[in-house]
């Protein structure tokens, strides 16, 4: 297709969404590593994974082998409230960077949450419910993922409780209320609500918390209140598997325009987004159908697959959950009180981990003061710079890659600047 005829926007209709998740443990020849039982350091059984998660999102975790799941159709029905979302080609951005390349990034922000935590939010929540369970209990950073959940819980008339990163929930007060008005109750973390949010302040007073704290305090309730189940927004399997949506329904856009990728660039915070990006391209390169260089971005105070090591580890700080083999930082961790927000997990996803360690993809890490500059060059195009937001796929460096694809995602409700630096990083 002519270079003219691409739109600014892509959009599908919705007869063209995707009607099923992509499952890309399926195309994997060395799956991910199991998670283990802390105890007896075996495989988690579907028994034993089944007193914290809902049954069928349990199945989606342990499910190494079905490549596609349809999407049920409540799930599909909530999605069209916001999808099929936009591929937009970042014609100003290019023209100011001076760059070949053409970029292309799809904006996940157009829906009420501001994210694309709402693609996994709705699907738990709607498990959960046709579990017949009372609610349910998470963490959020940023306060996107609690804010996504506690949407989707609300449309599902499921309580939500949510323990909120205490320096996000003091950074970000704009957010904590829509989570509010939304029906959850929001508890900075960590908390003397739990005993082990009692342990970690006892042992580290005046701590600003980490999303490995605030997993630990949300699993504590949920095990503790019968009808409840924890959830969790990024990392799991199951949570990468309904984030293919975002990959699967770029590639219709691109396959429908004749646009091949050649980078495609996401941040890593615990791999949601960037799994659920790439999904379907790795699968071509997986399976030897195709290449491309894939990149992951991390915030340079949390650098998990740049700087940590491949290693069976605790998913959160006080040890109450499963141990996962992932790139890790160590679950006692702090990342410094900064806006990556979000993106501060001492761990990243076993299926990313995996493919880092296979070699499939890259990763580079950024400090938050070149994302800030990045974030403000992607807000006004017309200005002048932006090495910051050049630097994850080096676009300006490699002219011979004439494709280049830049992800941005969240609109950010509250501290715009803040926020969107965040998504970037
Ligand atoms: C908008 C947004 N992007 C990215 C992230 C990072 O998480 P993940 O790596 O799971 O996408 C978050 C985390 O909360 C987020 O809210």
Not at 277 to 290: D, H, Q, S, T
């Amino acid at each position: 297709m002519s270079e003219s005829t691409i739109p600014y926007k892509i959009y599908l209709e919705e007869s063209e969404m995707p009607k099923y998740w992509y499952n890309l443990r399926a195309d994997m020849q060395k799956k991910p590593a199991p998670l283990l039982n802390p105890a007896t350091h075996r495989p988690m059984t579907a028994a034993e994974l089944s007193g914290v998660f809902c049954d069928e999102l349990v199945k989606q975790e342990l499910d190494n082998d079905t490549r596609f799941y349809p999407i049920p159709e409540e799930i599909l029905g909530f999605y069209k409230m916001y999808r099929p979302s936009p591929l937009v080609r970042a014609y100003c951005l290019e023209e100011k960077l001076k760059t070949p390349a053409k970029i292309y990034y799809k904006f996940e922000g157009n829906n009420t949450s501001g994210s694309h935590k709402l693609n996994s939010a709705v699907a738990q929540a709607y498990y959960a419910k046709m579990q017949g369970l009372k609610g349910v209990t998470t963490e959020t950073g940023a306060g996107q993922w609690g804010t996504a959940l506690s949407m989707a819980c609300s449309y599902f008339g499921l309580d939500c409780k949510v323990y909120m990163v205490k320096v996000s929930y003091e950074q970000k007060p704009f957010r904590r209320e829509v989570m509010k008005v939304y029906g959850a109750s929001v508890t900075p973390s960590p908390s003397d609500t739990t005993a082990v949010g009692r342990k970690i302040l006892q042992e580290h007073p005046g701590t600003t918390g980490s999303l490995g704290c605030a997993i630990s305090e949300a699993v504590e309730t949920a095990v503790s209140n019968p009808g409840y189940r924890y959830v969790l927004g990024s990392v799991l399997n199951q949570v990468l598997l309904h984030q293919s949506v975002i990959g699967v329904e770029a590639k219709i856009a691109m396959d429908k325009y004749g646009i091949r990728p050649d980078v495609i660039i996401g941040c890593a915070g615990g791999g949601s987004n960037l799994g659920g990006l790439i999904a379907p391209f790795m699968g071509e390169k997986l399976r030897g159908e195709a290449d491309y260089r894939i990149v992951a971005v991390e915030p340079a105070s949390c650098p998990s697959l740049t700087r940590g090591v491949y290693a069976y580890d605790f998913c959160d700080t006080g040890a109450v959950c499963p141990l996962a083999k992932m790139y890790t930082l160590g679950s006692d961790f702090i990342p410094a009180p900064n806006h990556a927000g979000g993106l501060r997990y001492h761990g990243m996803s076993p299926i990313l981990s995996e493919l880092y360690d296979q070699g499939m993809m890259e990763a580079v890490s950024v400090p938050q003061t070149s994302v800030f500059e990045a974030a403000e060059a992607f807000a006004h195009p017309l200005r002048p710079h932006g090495h910051g937001l050049l630097r994850p796929g080096g676009l300006r460096e490699v002219p011979q890659r004439p494709d280049g694809r830049l992800r941005a995602h969240g609109r950010g409700i509250g501290p715009v600047r803040g926020e969107a630096a965040a998504d970037l990083s």
